[in-house]
C-alpha cells in the first residue's frame, strides 16, 4: 500500500449517505422532506417551523431523530420506517467500487445513522450488497447518533472493531472527531476538503482512493 498509515489496518469503516453513493444522487432531499412532515404531524407545526426544528435538532444532536427523542420522546422505530422510505431510482451499480471495497484486506462494514434496513436498501442499489461483512445502523448504537462517542464504542464493541487498527470513511467532518481521537486512520470523503486536524486524508473519488491502497 503506498500509504503507510493503512498498512495494519484489519477493519474498514464506511458511512452510508453521500460516501457510498454520490451527493449527486440527493437521497437525502427526500429523507429530510419525510422528516419535515413527520415533525408536522407528530408536534402539530406547521411546515416552516417543522423544518426549522428538523435542521436545529440535526445540528445540535447529531440527527433529527436525537432531537425528537430528547425533546420530546418519540418512538423511534415507526420514525426510521417512514422517512426511510424513499426512492432508489437515482442510484446505480457502480462496479468499481464494489471491486475496490473487496479487495481491501479485513473487514468492511457499514456503520450509519440511517437504519440498517434502509442502508441495505442502499448498499443493494449501489452493487454493494456483497462488497460487506456487516452493516450497522443508529438502532445498533441504542439510537444515539454518531458524533456521540458513546455511539460509536457500542458499534464498534458489537462489531469487534480495534480502533487502532482500524480506518474511518465519512462525508460529515463531525463524525470523524471521535474516530481519531480513539485511534482510527480518518478519510473524508467530500468533494471538497477539510483541513481539520483530525482528518489524516481526504478523497473526492472514493474508488479511485481504496484501489490506490492496493497498488
Known amino acids: ?85 424513499i426512492s432508489m431510482a437515482a442510484l446505480t451499480p457502480d462496479p468499481a467500487l464494489a471491486a475496490a471495497i473487496g479487495a481491501l484486506p479485513g473487514r468492511k462494514i457499514v456503520y450509519t445513522n440511517g437504519s440498517a434496513p434502509y442502508a441495505e436498501r442502499v448498499l443493494s442499489a449501489r452493487g454493494l450488497a456483497r462488497a460487506f461483512d456487516a452493516v450497522f445502523g443508529v438502532e445498533h448504537a441504542a439510537y444515539r447518533p454518531k458524533p456521540d462517542r458513546r455511539a460509536f ?33 480518518t478519510v473524508h470523503v467530500a468533494p471538497v476538503a477539510d483541513p481539520a486536524p483530525h482528518i489524516h486524508h481526504h478523497t473526492a473519488d472514493l474508488p479511485g482512493f481504496l484501489a490506490a491502497l492496493r497498488q
Open 153 to 185: 464504542e457500542t458499534v464498534f464493541a458489537a462489531a469487534g472493531v480495534t480502533p487502532a487498527r482500524a480506518a474511518m470513511f465519512e462525508d460529515d467532518p463531525r463524525n470523524l472527531v471521535v474516530p481519531h481521537e480513539m485511534g482510527m486512520r
Open 1 to 85: 500500500m503506498p500509504h503507510a498509515d493503512f498498512d495494519t489496518v484489519e477493519t474498514w469503516v464506511f458511512d452510508l449517505d453521500n460516501t457510498l453513493y454520490p451527493p449527486a444522487a440527493r437521497l437525502f432531499d427526500q429523507i429530510e422532506a419525510r422528516m419535515t412532515a413527520y415533525v408536522m404531524d407528530a408536534l402539530h407545526l406547521p411546515r416552516t417551523e417543522a423544518d426549522r426544528l428538523r435542521a436545529h435538532y440535526w445540528q445540535l444532536y447529531g440527527t433529527t431523530l436525537a432531537g425528537l427523542m430528547h425533546e420530546h420522546g418519540l418512538d423511534p422505530v415507526p420514525y426510521l420506517e417512514d422517512v426511510h422510505d
